[in-house]
């Protein structure tokens, strides 16, 4: 996705400036940097951007404070988290504070504009390695009786009905697959299965795939 407004959040200048300079390169459109937290807070409400590009460890506030305030700010931007620490703790603080994706800062550069792309449309992306902590966390989150809530005893007959297809999209969803591998195995295109995601997400009132992957896991669909 070529043209996306993009913002990238690091304390160090060179970095910085080196990853704006690769969007920039890439077509995108970089409409703010900045390397504090609470800054950049401020200039995303005004920048609107549709992805900022993150890293995790800031002077002034975490990450995962600024992920807070970027959503109360603007909900429906994409947080792409870039950050040299691929700490178990810090990436679930990041993911269940709002973050899309997770890469690690040692991603070369033709990884990491992919992960932009991928983020910018919504599919959580991360690190080899860091999805399958993101997706066991869901796991245990779901098996957890006081996430379960109003779920237990009668919640799948209150759950929205999907079409036989949005339920195989969303199975494959739960395990992890990208958009171009479930297009892959079901034959369709890449369109057709965003297309999917976007109809399952607005019936069950969610808001992006890290949110539709643990409804998923929670009603056994990863099995």
Known sequence: MTGTRVMVVDDHPMWREGVA??????GHLVVATSGEGRQAVRVAAAARPDLVV????????SGVEVIQGLRAALPRVRVLMLSASGEQQGVLDAVKAGATGYLLKSAGPAEFLDAVRRTAAGE????????????????????DPPSAGGSADGGHDAAPRLTERETEVLRL????????????????????VQNHVQNTLGKLQLH?????TRYAIERGLDD
């Open 21 to 26: 300079r690769d969007l920039t390169e890439a």
């Open 54 to 61: 993150l890293d995790l460890q800031l002077p002034d506030i």
């Open 124 to 143: 959580p992306v991360f690190t080899p390695g860091l999805a399958g902590l993101v997706l066991g966390e869901y796991r245990r989150l779901a098996a």
């Open 173 to 192: 969803v739960a395990k992890g697959l990208s958009y171009k591998q479930i297009a892959g195995r079901l034959g369709l295109s890449h369109r057709t």
């Open 208 to 212: 992006n795939r890290v949110e539709l």
